[in-house]
């Protein structure tokens, strides 16, 4: 199975700032790689897929990039809605379609 | 507007079984393929389980497969998944979601339930 990991976990950060968040594949996974934010208590929410795809009402200050097996979220201008865990997951080929571990962003 | 609402979930010992109903709306309920995903307390994302439109394919985390089915009902709008065999870790809330169209270029979890709590 593919294996996906985010650094960091956690990070600390204020309004306004641009915060970065990192997945990296055990394998190539070509752009086959999905961003999600979860607000606690409520479902994940699709921010971004084919690595950097906004979906449809997501702003704009998100953003997604990378290829193969390293891969980027950003946020710019960090907004008090933001503050959640994200996770990437890969959707390469046949499932499972493993989720990293999660990066929680929390206000500083 | 698409809608997935999950149900079935609850307190159940150890060794038994639950399953869990997620009723669909908004949609075209068989054109979509469907997954199965779980979140055990303060822990991440697990994918669990997805079948495609018609139920001819299904496929399975190692974790489950062999102790829960997923299944579908195209006539009701719905996908199911049974758990047998359950056990302490399987405890989660479990969430249904939709993967997106055969027309887009990367497929992902477009939509999904609010969940649906198991503790066993």
């Known amino acids: 199975d593919i294996q996906m990991t985010q650094s960091p976990s956690s990070l600390s950060a204020s309004v306004g700032d641009r915060v970065t968040i990192s997945c990296r594949a055990s394998q190539s996974i070509s752009r086959f790689l999905n961003w999600y934010q979860q607000i606690p208590g409520k479902a994940p929410k699709l921010l971004i897929n084919?690595?950097?795809s906004l979906q449809s009402g997501v702003p704009s200050r998100f953003s997604g990039s990378g290829s193969g097996t390293d891969f980027t979220l950003t946020i710019s201008n960090l907004q008090p809605e933001d503050f959640a865990t994200y996770y990437c997951q890969q959707s390469y080929g046949t499932p499972p379609w493993t989720f990293g571990q999660g990066t929680k962003v929390e206000i500083k | 507007q698409v809608q997935l609402v999950e149900s079935g979930g609850g307190l159940v010992k150890p060794g038994g079984s639950l399953r869990l109903s997620c009723a669909a709306s908004?949609?075209?309920?068989?054109?979509?393929?469907m997954s199965w995903i779980r979140q055990a307390p303060g822990k991440g994302l697990e994918w669990l389980a997805y079948?495609?439109?018609?139920?001819?394919?299904?496929n399975y985390a190692d974790s489950v497969k062999g102790r829960f089915t997923i299944s579908r009902d195209n006539t009701k709008n719905s996908v199911y998944l049974q758990m047998n065999s359950l056990r302490a870790e399987d405890t989660a809330v479990y969430y249904c979601?939709?993967?997106?169209?055969?027309?887009?270029?990367?497929?992902?979890?477009?939509?999904w339930g609010q969940g649906s709590l198991v503790t066993v």
């Open positions: 908004g949609f075209t309920f068989n054109d979509y393929y």
């Open positions: 079948i495609s439109s018609r139920r001819t394919y299904t």
């Open positions: 979601a939709r993967r997106n169209s055969d027309n887009d270029d990367y497929y992902a979890l477009d939509y």
């Open positions: 084919g690595a950097s």
